[in-house]
């Protein structure tokens, strides 16, 4: 046991280029090894939880004897089963770990790095990129991490909502949301995007050609500033929308990457919370997007309208997309002035998959 004089930082990796963890003040802490100039410690937090992150050596002036930590073996792992990262391991394998405190939600597919010589109860000791692109190191069921990325298709798709959180291995990770794609769980049904909070940066969903940006707007339009990313990703067209910009950062024309930022966050148009709405559709690259299919200029029917929702029998409200008919029910996706709307992040996850898998469903 040794003890930490004074206030702090903790970090998830070994210098403040990780994402930060929080701090520690005047109390007892495990030392586990020292890797560079920092500690690698564990300390307990409310919850009867345990946490473990990396602090400054000079935090603990007379840590005793500690192990130093080389790691002469690391190689890349993927994600097989979306779940969940925690700063300690349990004893084994349980869906909730009740040691350790979870850091975040981690997607399927994602390429980590994995420390081959630190895997205590079955829990792998692995390094990716989390909030605002910054490195995290945390423990993850080993079981559920493979040598070779595995096929995501529809079954894979999972659609996030309000209160959520991106998990790792996305865009924008970190992020929250206020609304979810067709978020049955806020009063605004029909919401054909997602509104993202918790950051400040608009980053693209994929590689793609900046097609269109709007500057000039009213005060109502329900748009504000946005940007328009035409891609293109296994013979497939689409397009993703960034709405409500403060700032954009790209021109007309530009090829942009992956996670590269577009803009800041805003609240332009007529929504007066901050926040990012992004939508991802296919057929059209320059239609004005309201995100809603809501009566107006733009959307001469109200989605619900469209939708008849009120026929749906209880316990069959569409999860993920919604439909006109039965059938359409059955196709999952949404459809809005002679657009298709896909979930932003279930076109991610999957590659693109799911457009062309859906399309082929309407043959």
Known sequence: MAYVTGKH?????????????????????????IEGSYYFIEY??????KKRAYVKSNAIPSPGTIPSKT???????????????????????SSHNTRGKKICTIAKGTRVTYFSTEKPNGWAFIEFEYLNMQKVRGYYW??????SKPYLSTDDFRSYKQYDYIPAGYPMAGYSLSQGFNDKTTRRKGHLGYDIIGGTEARAIHKGTVVDIRTQYSQHDGVGKAVVLEHEINGEIFYSNYLHLRSIGVEKGDIVYKNQRVGT?????????????????????????SGYCSGGKFHPYTFEETCKISTYTSGKYPLYF????????EKKYPRCKGLRYYDPYGVISTEARLISEYRNTLM
Do not use: K
């Not at 890349?76 to 391991?89: H, K, N, P």
């Not at 080993?142 to 040598?147: E, I, L």
């Not at 966050?265 to 997007?289: C, F, N």
């Open 9 to 33: 930082s903790t970090y998830y990796g070994p210098s403040m280029t990780f994402l930060r963890a929080g701090s520690v003040c005047n109390e007892n802490v495990t030392v586990l090894w």
């Open 322 to 329: 919604y439909g006109s008919t039965e059938s359409d029910y």
């Open 71 to 93: 790691w002469r073996t690391t190689c890349d792992r993927y994600i097989l089963s979306e779940g969940d990262v925690y700063t300690c391991q349990a004893s084994s394998y």
């Open 142 to 147: 080993a079981g559920y991490m493979g040598s």
């Open 265 to 289: 966050i805003g609240d332009t148009g007529s929504e007066p919370a901050v926040h990012l709405h992004l939508a991802v559709y296919s057929d059209h690259p320059l239609i004005i997007i």
């Open 44 to 49: 307990n937090i409310s919850g009867g939880l």
